[in-house]
């Protein structure tokens, strides 16, 4: 074997190379993420994350909204409920101011208190009217005396067991508006108290055919009545706030998983490039901007893969900072080249067509690897750049494509410290007997 360049040296390095172009790109998933307990997510309080405080302003926002509708709503319906309660008790109280005999009742002294045919005939009526609408709690006539405030009952019909006898006192200090009910048909503005209960009432006039105010009529609906319709009007609005809440949560659950997953996908991926990984990939198949910043980090990852790999390849022939250099200058390289003065070192082995001929080629292959791998570290240590190997021979140069003013120096110590490496490996090869073989 006399030609020194032996082909079977540089097999192994080509090899190499194309495994590593054929590694497949991996999608980063969560089920690999917790296999691997890599989750840079975790780095984060839960009520920091983003998708978290996002739902909770979002949904936080959206039930205080709600929550004025529903309170809105809850009073308008009460308002109209109370208003057509009341609307109803003005017209029952009208219609009987209507139907009854006023000046009948005004043959009667104002305190009277036996009970005629007149008093069992209202009261029928009254009793007739009241179990008819179940709204009504007591229908009653009052006469006015002297006193604006010291009324009388002429006629009292109550569904309760408290009614007022013919003649009985009834004080109107605490409800003004019954004292209107003598001019004018009218009805309370809201609940009222009394020895009676808590009622709403409405009032109208008896008149006489000559004009006279004798009395009024008066018709009751008890607070138990307009408590079934608070409570009613307070069920259904909880039942509306239940199912919006219900609603509201399903939504901001589902924006909240359609953020947070992509999120995740995004900070792992990224976490796993920073640790040196270039394979993963994120392939987020959406049409928004998460899909976009996912294609582009994407492309990102390839573009780190194969400026990595075409420094992996420059690192089998150049030291990895004189790769990092060259690779990092952002100007384009043209051909032609740049005049620099550098140091320039040659070695190679003496006898080494005597050494192939008397070992096999396996034999060969393994020693010269070695031998060109130990030189090939020392040069890189002393920031030399190999141009060739030879066989045997190594050509390296000091001062490009990295330029430093002590290249000479450099390239001296490189090679003193090439010759105390070769003596080392001259030791190893004589205690394997690799030596004996070429002597």
Same mark, same amino acid.
């Given at each position: 074997?006399?030609?020194?360049?032996?082909?079977?040296?540089?097999?192994?390095?080509?090899?190499?190379?194309?495994?590593?172009?054929?590694?497949?790109?991996?999608?980063?998933?969560?089920? #690999?993420?917790?296999?691997?307990?890599?989750?840079?997510?975790?780095?984060?309080? =839960?009520?920091?994350?983003?998708?978290?405080?996002?739902?909770?302003?979002?949904?936080?926002?959206? @039930?205080?909204?709600?929550?004025?509708?529903?309170?809105?709503?809850?009073?308008?319906?009460?308002?109209?409920?109370?208003?057509?309660?009341?609307?109803?008790?003005?017209?029952?109280?009208?219609?009987?101011?209507?139907?009854?005999?006023?000046?009948?009742?005004? #043959?009667?002294?104002?305190?009277?208190?036996?009970?005629?045919?007149?008093?069992?005939?209202?009261?029928?009526?009254?009793?007739?009217?009241?179990?008819?609408?179940?709204?009504?709690? &007591?229908?009653?006539?009052?006469?006015? &005396?002297?006193?604006?405030?010291?009324?009388?009952?002429?006629?009292?019909?109550?569904?309760?067991?408290?009614?007022?006898?013919?003649?009985?006192?009834?004080?109107?200090?605490?409800?003004?508006?019954?004292?209107?009910?003598?001019?004018?048909?009218?009805?309370?503005?809201?609940?009222?108290?009394?020895?009676? !209960? $808590?009622?709403?009432?409405?009032? =109208?006039?008896?008149?006489?055919?000559?004009?006279?105010?004798?009395?009024?009529?008066?018709?009751? *609906?008890?607070?138990?009545?307009?408590?079934?319709?608070?409570?009613?009007?307070?069920? #259904?609005?909880?039942?509306?706030?239940?199912? &919006?809440?219900?609603?509201?949560?399903?939504?901001? $659950? *589902?924006?909240?998983?359609?953020?947070?997953?992509?999120?995740?996908?995004?900070? +792992? %991926?990224?976490?796993?490039?920073?640790? !040196?990984? $270039?394979?993963?990939?994120?392939?987020?198949?959406?049409?928004?901007?998460? !899909?976009?910043? %996912?294609?582009?980090?994407?492309?990102?990852?390839?573009?780190?893969?194969?400026?990595?790999?075409?420094?992996? $390849?420059? !690192?089998?022939?150049?030291?990895?900072?004189?790769?990092?250099?060259?690779? =990092?200058?952002?100007?384009?390289?043209?051909?032609?080249?740049?005049?620099?003065? *550098?140091?320039?070192?040659?070695?190679?082995?003496?006898?080494?067509?005597?050494?192939?001929?008397?070992?096999?080629?396996?034999?060969?292959?393994?020693?010269?690897?070695?031998?060109?791998?130990? @030189?090939?570290?020392?040069?890189?240590?002393?920031?030399?750049? +190999?141009?060739?190997?030879?066989?045997? %021979?190594?050509?390296?140069?000091?001062?490009?494509?990295?330029?430093?003013?002590?290249?000479?120096? @450099? %390239?001296?110590?490189?090679?003193?410290?090439?010759?105390?490496?070769?003596?080392?490996?001259?030791?190893?090869?004589?205690?394997?007997?690799?030596?004996?073989?070429?002597?």
């Amino acid at each position: 074997m006399t030609h020194k360049q032996d082909p079977l040296v540089y097999d192994a390095p080509e090899w190499t190379v194309a495994s590593e172009l054929a590694t497949p790109a991996v999608a980063v998933e969560p089920a #690999a993420i917790r296999d691997a307990n890599f989750n840079p997510i975790r780095e984060i309080r =839960a009520f920091h994350r983003f998708h978290f405080r996002l739902t909770l302003l979002y949904g936080g926002a959206v @039930m205080l909204t709600l929550g004025l509708l529903v309170y809105l709503f809850y009073s308008l319906w009460s308002h109209s409920e109370i208003e057509a309660l009341q609307r109803r008790l003005t017209a029952i109280a009208g219609s009987l101011a209507q139907t009854i005999d006023a000046d009948a009742i005004a #043959a009667f002294p104002i305190r009277h208190e036996q009970t005629s045919p007149l008093h069992q005939q209202i009261y029928k009526q009254f009793e007739y009217l009241a179990h008819t609408d179940s709204d009504v709690e &007591s229908i009653y006539i009052l006469r006015p &005396s002297n006193v604006p405030t010291e009324l009388y009952f002429f006629v009292d019909f109550a569904k309760g067991e408290q009614q007022g006898k013919p003649g009985q006192f009834y004080s109107a200090d605490e409800t003004p508006v019954l004292l209107k009910g003598f001019t004018k048909t009218v009805v309370e503005d809201e609940p009222y108290q009394d020895a009676y !209960g $808590l009622t709403l009432s409405a009032y =109208a006039p008896l008149v006489t055919r000559s004009g006279e105010k004798v009395g009024l009529v008066g018709v009751d *609906v008890k607070s138990s009545r307009l408590e079934q319709m608070q409570t009613r009007v307070l069920v #259904a609005s909880g039942i509306i706030l239940l199912v &919006s809440i219900a609603v509201i949560a399903l939504v901001s $659950l *589902v924006v909240a998983r359609s953020i947070r997953e992509p999120l995740v996908r995004l900070i +792992v %991926g990224t976490g796993a490039v920073a640790q !040196g990984n $270039l394979d993963v990939r994120l392939r987020l198949r959406r049409a928004d901007e998460f !899909g976009l910043l %996912g294609k582009y980090f994407d492309k990102m990852a390839e573009e780190l893969k194969e400026r990595q790999t075409l420094r992996d $390849l420059f !690192g089998r022939y150049l030291s990895e900072d004189v790769a990092r250099s060259v690779l =990092a200058r952002n100007q384009n390289l043209e051909l032609g080249g740049q005049e620099v003065v *550098v140091t320039v070192l040659f070695c190679d082995l003496r006898d080494y067509t005597t050494i192939s001929e008397r070992l096999s080629p396996m034999q060969m292959v393994a020693m010269i690897n070695e031998y060109l791998g130990v @030189m090939n570290l020392v040069i890189d240590e002393h920031n030399g750049c +190999v141009i060739e190997f030879l066989g045997d %021979g190594i050509l390296a140069v000091f001062g490009a494509p990295q330029q430093f003013p002590e290249h000479a120096e @450099m %390239g001296v110590r490189c090679a003193i410290a090439m010759r105390e490496a070769l003596q080392e490996l001259n030791q190893k090869w004589e205690q394997e007997g690799i030596a004996d073989r070429w002597r």
